[in-house]
């Protein structure tokens, strides 16, 4: 162990530190560690409501009805206590189009705000192009479609942010400006200099949308989503099924939400449970089929299956970032959130924990099949979606009380994968810290 810790530090964390030396990749971790405060308070009051308990399971009564007044809480006020999701992780994207160019551009020691709101209208204009619409009643609203202004934009806002501050960066370096006279205000200078860039940007990419739109029938965001899901097929194979359960892990890894990349791929989902559910009622068991195990990559602490990371976090690190980042996260994983570990670590665009992260989410995902294939674990036939806590995640979809066990297994095993590369990032991250304080006592 102490040797595979050595060589995670001494070859993978140089490598993880050139990267993160990289200005559009720092870019990337600084603004998704940016919004973490949004994430933070879409999950508390998605958490709020989607209690871990379904209206059979409350009419049962027994310890299931000490959740019954959370329960008819969250059904009859659920639209108004998502209203604040909505509107934090609803619009994760737009936020995250406007960090990463303002970082970017801070990084070429341009403004960091104009590039900012550049790429937002950008944004805006590929991913929610507003549109009047005539109603019955003789009014036309303005209408945008919100679709891409979450985390299944997120891909976009990645692209739109990086190119327009650089197509904003050629302008600047060949003159393609307003230029004003020195006796102007710098504030109205400045703001000047914009117009011609943004205009250009504005064009280019509305330019885009109207070809992808025309020609192709579909939205950049959709254009994107389709390349992105084009190379995975035979999903409903064993084979098939590691194969995107691991392209979905490495698309988060990527800043690119796995699951709503290849929501139109993990559709059979649900006709396999239907069919189960039909099985179930005949009274004859229900059959394990491949896809599933794309359930598996999330059973601890969300995708990826970061609950190690942050019981680890909480437990064991010395490094000041991951003692703040374990009190934060701990929470939300036990509920299955995993957007606060991959944004807040990050584990995004970080080799270091990019390689447990993907290897927890297909280790337990392929030991899930294992166990139901060999009959120790029963088939979902059961798909009552909601944040429910670790060890009731999987016992809501089969009613099996054995997977409490395979779930209490799957923990120390999820830990011990986790462990090296926690170890190397706490250390590596406790050489920073106390490099910048000697710079700050010697300032």
């Given at each position: 162990?102490?040797?595979?810790?050595?060589?995670?530090?001494?070859?993978?964390?140089?490598?993880?530190?050139?990267?993160?030396?990289?200005?559009?990749?720092?870019?990337?971790?600084?603004?998704?560690?940016?919004?973490?405060?949004?994430?933070?308070?879409?999950?508390?009051?998605?958490?709020?409501?989607?209690?871990?308990?379904?209206?059979?399971?409350?009419?049962?009564?027994?310890?299931?009805?000490?959740?019954?007044?959370?329960?008819?809480?969250?059904?009859?006020?659920?639209?108004?206590?998502?209203?604040?999701?909505?509107?934090?992780?609803?619009?994760?994207?737009?936020?995250?189009?406007?960090?990463?160019?303002?970082?970017?551009?801070?990084?070429?020691?341009?403004?960091?705000?104009?590039?900012?709101?550049?790429?937002?209208?950008?944004?805006?204009?590929?991913?929610?192009?507003?549109?009047?619409?005539?109603?019955?009643?003789?009014?036309?609203?303005?209408?945008?479609?919100?679709?891409?202004?979450?985390?299944?934009?997120?891909?976009?806002?990645?692209?739109?942010?990086?190119?327009?501050?650089e197509i904003t960066r050629f302008c600047e370096i060949h003159n393609i400006t307003?230029?004003?006279?020195?006796?102007?205000?710098?504030?109205?200078?400045?703001?000047?200099?914009?117009?011609?860039?943004?205009?250009?940007?504005?064009?280019?990419?509305?330019?885009?949308?109207?070809?992808?739109?025309?020609?192709?029938?579909?939205?950049?965001?959709?254009?994107?989503?389709?390349?992105?899901?084009?190379?995975?097929?035979?999903?409903?194979?064993?084979?098939?099924?590691?194969?995107?359960?691991?392209?979905?892990?490495?698309?988060?890894?990527?800043?690119?939400?796995?699951?709503?990349?290849?929501?139109?791929?993990?559709?059979?989902?649900?006709?396999?449970?239907?069919?189960?559910?039909?099985?179930?009622?005949?009274?004859?068991?229900?059959?394990?089929?491949?896809?599933?195990?794309?359930?598996?990559?999330?059973?601890?602490?969300?995708?990826?299956?970061?609950?190690?990371?942050?019981?680890?976090?909480?437990?064991?690190?010395?490094?000041?970032?991951?003692?703040?980042?374990?009190?934060?996260?701990?929470?939300?994983?036990?509920?299955?959130?995993?957007?606060?570990?991959?944004?807040?670590?990050?584990?995004?665009?970080?080799?270091?924990?990019m390689l447990p992260f993907i290897a927890n989410g297909l280790i337990v995902a392929?030991?899930?099949?294992?166990?139901?294939?060999?009959?120790?674990?029963?088939?979902?036939?059961?798909?009552?979606?909601?944040?429910?806590?670790?060890?009731?995640?999987?016992?809501?979809?089969?009613?099996?009380?054995?997977?409490?066990?395979?779930?209490?297994?799957?923990?120390?095993?999820?830990?011990?994968?986790?462990?090296?590369?926690?170890?190397?990032?706490?250390?590596?991250?406790?050489?920073?810290?106390?490099?910048?304080?000697?710079?700050?006592?010697?300032?």
């Amino acid at each position: 162990m102490d040797k595979f810790m050595h060589f995670v530090e001494d070859k993978m964390s140089p490598i993880a530190d050139k990267l993160g030396e990289q200005r559009h990749l720092s870019a990337m971790q600084k603004g998704f560690m940016t919004v973490l405060p949004l994430i933070f308070v879409g999950a508390v009051f998605m958490v709020i409501a989607n209690p871990p308990v379904t209206a059979d399971m409350v009419k049962s009564g027994g310890v299931w009805s000490i959740f019954s007044g959370w329960f008819n809480f969250a059904t009859k006020y659920k639209m108004a206590i998502l209203v604040p999701y909505n509107m934090s992780m609803g619009l994760l994207a737009l936020a995250v189009t406007f960090v990463i160019a303002d970082n970017l551009a801070t990084s070429y020691s341009m403004k960091g705000i104009t590039n900012g709101l550049t790429a937002l209208v950008v944004f805006l204009l590929v991913a929610a192009p507003a549109n009047y619409l005539a109603l019955a009643d003789g009014t036309t609203p303005l209408l945008m479609n919100c679709t891409y202004l979450g985390a299944q934009g997120l891909f976009t806002a990645i692209i739109v942010a990086l190119l327009t501050v650089e197509i904003t960066r050629f302008c600047e370096i060949h003159n393609i400006t307003i230029r004003l006279p020195e006796i102007c205000p710098p504030a109205l200078t400045n703001s000047f200099r914009t117009i011609v860039p943004m205009v250009i940007n504005v064009s280019i990419f509305y330019i885009l949308s109207l070809l992808s739109s025309n020609y192709l029938g579909m939205s950049i965001p959709t254009l994107i989503e389709k390349v992105l899901a084009t190379p995975v097929a035979a999903v409903n194979s064993v084979p098939g099924s590691i194969f995107l359960c691991a392209f979905m892990l490495l698309l988060w890894c990527c800043g690119v939400h796995g699951q709503m990349v290849t929501m139109a791929l993990t559709a059979p989902i649900t006709t396999a449970a239907t069919a189960n559910a039909a099985l179930v009622a005949k009274g004859q068991a229900p059959i394990f089929h491949p896809i599933f195990m794309t359930l598996g990559i999330g059973f601890l602490g969300g995708t990826g299956n970061t609950l190690g990371l942050c019981i680890l976090s909480c437990w064991k690190a010395k490094s000041q970032q991951l003692k703040a980042f374990g009190k934060a996260t701990i929470v939300p994983s036990i509920f299955r959130i995993s957007e606060p570990a991959l944004f807040g670590a990050p584990i995004m665009f970080n080799p270091v924990l990019m390689l447990p992260f993907i290897a927890n989410g297909l280790i337990v995902a392929i030991l899930y099949w294992l166990a139901c294939s060999f009959g120790l674990l029963t088939a979902p036939y059961l798909l009552i979606s909601g944040t429910y806590p670790v060890f009731l995640s999987l016992f809501v979809y089969c009613l099996d009380w054995r997977v409490f066990i395979f779930i209490a297994l799957m923990i120390p095993l999820t830990l011990a994968i986790w462990y090296p590369f926690f170890v190397a990032y706490d250390h590596s991250l406790c050489k920073k810290e106390e490099a910048t304080k000697l710079a700050e006592e010697e300032a």
